[in-house]
């Protein structure tokens, strides 16, 4: 398995369902572009590597987790679980 989709069911295993209050105790405040919906905060790597974990809320409640990489300040990979009818994480690369 991927390391990155590793991290992403790591994150699905312990914040999906959680309300917003739990959320800000564990991660602390979203960054300032995130919205009532949707929640970002970054994580950086090796000063040209960052990820950007969004988590989507709907009345408050954590219903998907969402990673973005990106690489110089470009994105370049979307790793995202898929909920709907057959749950499983997709990989969306960039180029």
Same mark, same amino acid.
């Not at 959320?23 to 090796?46: C, H, L, Q």
């Not at 987790?65 to 997709?90: G, R």
């Given at each position: 398995?991927?390391?990155?989709?590793?991290?992403?069911?790591?994150?699905?295993?312990?914040?999906?369902?959680?309300?917003? &209050? $739990? !959320?800000?105790?564990?991660?602390?405040?979203?960054?300032?572009?995130?919205?009532? +919906?949707?929640?970002?905060?970054?994580? #950086?790597?090796?000063?040209?590597?960052?990820?950007?974990?969004?988590?989507?809320?709907? &009345? $408050? !409640?954590?219903?998907?987790?969402?990673?973005?990489?990106?690489?110089?300040?470009? +994105?370049?990979?979307?790793?995202?679980? #898929?909920?709907?009818?057959?749950?499983?994480?997709?990989?969306?690369?960039?180029?």
């Amino acid at each position: 398995m991927d390391k990155q989709i590793r991290k992403l069911k790591k994150l699905v295993g312990l914040h999906l369902r959680q309300n917003k &209050e $739990d !959320i800000t105790k564990i991660w602390g405040k979203p960054s300032a572009y995130s919205d009532n +919906e949707v929640w970002f905060y970054s994580d #950086y790597r090796w000063g040209i590597f960052r990820d950007e974990i969004a988590f989507i809320f709907e &009345e $408050d !409640i954590v219903v998907d987790i969402t990673i973005t990489q990106y690489f110089l300040w470009i +994105e370049y990979l979307y790793i995202f679980y #898929y909920e709907h009818e057959t749950p499983e994480y997709k990989i969306i690369k960039n180029f």
